[in-house]
């Protein structure tokens, strides 16, 4: 059995629908859809984890996308919150599941999302694998980060990170945060991440104990 990790680019960096509507709205960061279904009524039930800025008017963003047929969200933390969206299903998104569906392969979650790409592992048979990537290049931008024998398991500690903790844990290693003596504070790390003191010391806390256990763990 074979796993390889595929990075999609879809045009101007989301897929159409309520995707782009997210990805284009200032205040909210695509940070992983951790779960989807393509359901049999021509629709798809989605989950999302997102970084919403404080103010940002999340439920009108919502609210206002067309394909939107029923939609919730609830808060995790400062900017942490999960989305559940019910939409009408797009050809592009459709295309490319029916590819895996054909080939009978399994599409791991959560899709992380990298600079507008979404970062995606699937499983199967390395000749399935090989020939539905063949056919996902007639469909969408697409390339091959990593491939090898599947191994269960959970995420890597970087991988079990948010977008925006990573941003915080990568901000403060090059301030040399984790340096001894620290050559920052704080105040300097929240000034790069726009946002309050407070709130860069969050990202670290959590981003530093989900580190500690996935190395526990592993």
């Known amino acids: ?53 404080p103010g940002t008017e999340l439920d009108a963003v919502l609210a206002s996308t067309d394909e939107v047929i029923d939609y919730d969200f609830v808060a995790s933390g400062d900017r942490e919150q999960y989305c559940y969206v019910h ?48 056919d996902a290049t007639g469909t969408i931008d697409v390339s091959v980060e990593w491939s090898g024998g599947y191994e269960p398991g959970e995420p890597d500690a970087i991988g079990r990170l948010t977008a925006r903790q990573r941003e915080a844990v990568r901000t403060a290693y090059d301030l040399g945060f984790y340096e001894t003596p620290r050559r920052t504070s704080y105040e300097e790390i929240a000034d790069e991440l726009d946002c309050a003191p407070s709130t860069a010391n969050e990202l670290l806390r959590r981003a530093e104990a989900a580190i500690v256990a996935a190395t526990l763990d592993g």
């Open 87 to 134: 939409v009408e299903e797009r050809e592009l998104l459709s295309d490319l599941l029916a590819i895996a569906d054909a080939h009978a392969l399994v599409l791991e979650r959560p899709i992380r999302f990298v600079d507008g790409d979404a970062v995606l592992t699937i499983v199967g048979d390395a000749s399935a694998i090989q020939e539905a990537y063949r």
């Open 1 to 53: 059995m074979k796993a390889v990790r595929l990075r999609l680019r879809p045009p101007e960096g989301s897929f159409p629908g309520v995707d782009a509507a997210l990805a284009t709205t200032e205040g909210i960061d695509r940070e992983a859809l951790v779960h989807f279904e393509w359901l049999g009524n021509g629709s798809y039930s989605m989950l999302y984890r997102l970084g919403v800025d």
